[in-house]
T-cell receptor
Framework: GQQVQQSPTSLVLQEGENAELQCNFS?????MQWFYQRPGGSLISVFY???GTKQSGRLTSTTVIKERRSSLHISSSQITDSGTYLC???????????FGTGTSLLVDP | EAGVTQSPRYAVLQEGQAVSFWCDPI?????LYWYQQPRDQGPQLLVY????????NSQLPSDRFSAVRPKGTNSTLKIQSAKQGDTATYLC??????????????FGEGSKLTVL
């Protein structure tokens, strides 16, 4: 079955609203990463966050390894935040990232 | 610093044709990865190299797909006799020494393949 489940599948916000994206893993992991992807664009690493909480500007990532979950919080969303957010986990051999199917975010003016 | 460079950005083929994708990783990155990303799905690893050696190609459809990295720098992914199911974006990524096992990857913009 699917090892990485992301929710919601898609999300529409009004500019200024907050967003909470979830990622759940079906197996133990030793690393995880959040990526951002524009349509037709490359994957850009947003957070490398094996555990705990990290913040960068309006973005906050929290990973709880023992609960096999990670979240990405976007505060005060902006139109330029629109795109797809993917989480990926690494197992014992961390290079072999397993990706979720992504959350498509649209921020309207 | 230049990022991961891929070409061509787009390719459209008829079934049965062949195509090659080229990747230039970030300078100094010893590990190079090829991922396949079908539309509306997450990327899936096809093959990865450390320097010129193939470390894992277990997910590469070996009958029609091949990948090389002869000098441990640039890499080529080739698809022979393409099928409609190969329609996807092919992503190249690289990582610098010591981080391959942590999964910190840098991706190129991808090569989008459409097989008609």
């Amino acid at each position: 079955g699917q090892q990485v489940q992301q929710s919601p599948t898609s999300l529409v916000l009004q500019e200024g609203e907050n967003a909470e994206l979830q990622c759940n893993f079906s197996t133990s992991l030793n690393s995880m990463q959040w990526f951002y992807q524009r349509p037709g664009g490359s994957l850009i690493s947003v957070f490398y966050n094996p555990s705990g909480t990290k913040q960068s500007g309006r973005l906050t990532s929290t990973t709880v390894i023992k609960e096999r979950r990670s979240s990405l919080h976007i505060s005060s969303s902006q139109i330029t935040d629109s795109g797809t957010y993917l989480c990926a986990m690494g197992l014992n051999m961390g290079y072999k990232l397993t990706f979720g199917t992504g959350t498509s975010l649209l921020v309207d003016p | 610093e230049a990022g991961v460079t891929q070409s061509p950005r787009y390719a459209v083929l008829q079934e049965g044709q062949a195509v090659s994708f080229w990747c230039d990783p970030i300078s100094g990155h010893d590990t190079l990865y090829w991922y396949q990303q079908p539309r509306d799905q997450g990327p899936q690893l096809l093959v990865y190299f450390r320097d010129e050696a193939v470390i894992d190609n277990s997910q590469l459809p070996s009958d029609r797909f091949s990948a090389v990295r002869p000098k441990g720098t640039n890499s080529t992914l080739k698809i022979q006799s393409a099928k409609q199911g190969d329609t996807a974006t092919y992503l190249c990524a690289s990582s610098f020494p010591g981080t391959a096992n942590t999964g910190q990857l840098y991706f190129g913009e991808g090569s989008k393949l459409t097989v008609l």
